[in-house]
């Protein structure tokens, strides 16, 4: 009987931490714009956790769409977190990666790794700086995007 109790107040209680963490998370989305040449703005959706203390965890996607006669949406892995410095003063650093289990990764795509930094002010818009990028631009190899680094506007947009 006890045990019984005991079991169902730790999964009462765990039950309870779960829904407490998923009502705690919520969606950030922003559109990262650049001036690369063969591939739409990049758009990064985030589920943002509140960690307490001005620090927020992050994990979700990137989509880079290509300019081709059918495009092509590359979605990748994004991880990584926020730190209010400032009530007005927001820096959030993402690493994003490619799915390595894809045929297409590394005939095609290469492994496509990413690091992006961004300073948003209060209304969460504000400036990104990305290194170590590379997208691919059709299905060949001659035609990908590799460049050291892109800068550019980070614009807040509805996560739909």
């Known amino acids: ?21 998923a009502s705690a998370q919520t969606m950030a989305c922003w559109q990262l714009q650049h001036e690369l040449l063969g591939i739409q703005p990049i758009l990064v959706k985030v589920s943002v956790l509140d960690m307490g203390n001005g620090n927020y965890a992050m994990v979700g996607s990137t989509y880079t ?18 730190v209010m410095m400032e009530p007005d003063k927001i820096e959030v650093s993402l690493s994003s990666s490619d ?7 590394t005939d095609v795509e ?3 790794l990413a690091d992006y930094h961004l300073l948003l002010d209060a209304t969460l818009n504000g400036s990104y700086q990305g290194k170590n990028v590379h997208f691919p631009v059709s299905s060949d190899t001659e035609s990908s995007t590799i ?14």
């Open 99 to 105: 799915i390595s289990d894809r045929p297409a990764t």
């Open 147 to 160: 460049t050291d680094s892109i800068a550019g506007n980070a614009v807040l947009v509805d996560c739909n």
């Open 65 to 82: 769409t290509t300019v081709t006669e059918t495009p092509q949406i590359n979605r990748r892995v994004v991880t990584g977190g926020a």
């Open 110 to 112: 290469g492994l496509a």
């Open 1 to 21: 009987m006890r045990k019984s109790m005991f079991l169902a107040l730790i999964t009462m209680l765990f039950s309870g931490l779960l829904v407490a963490t």
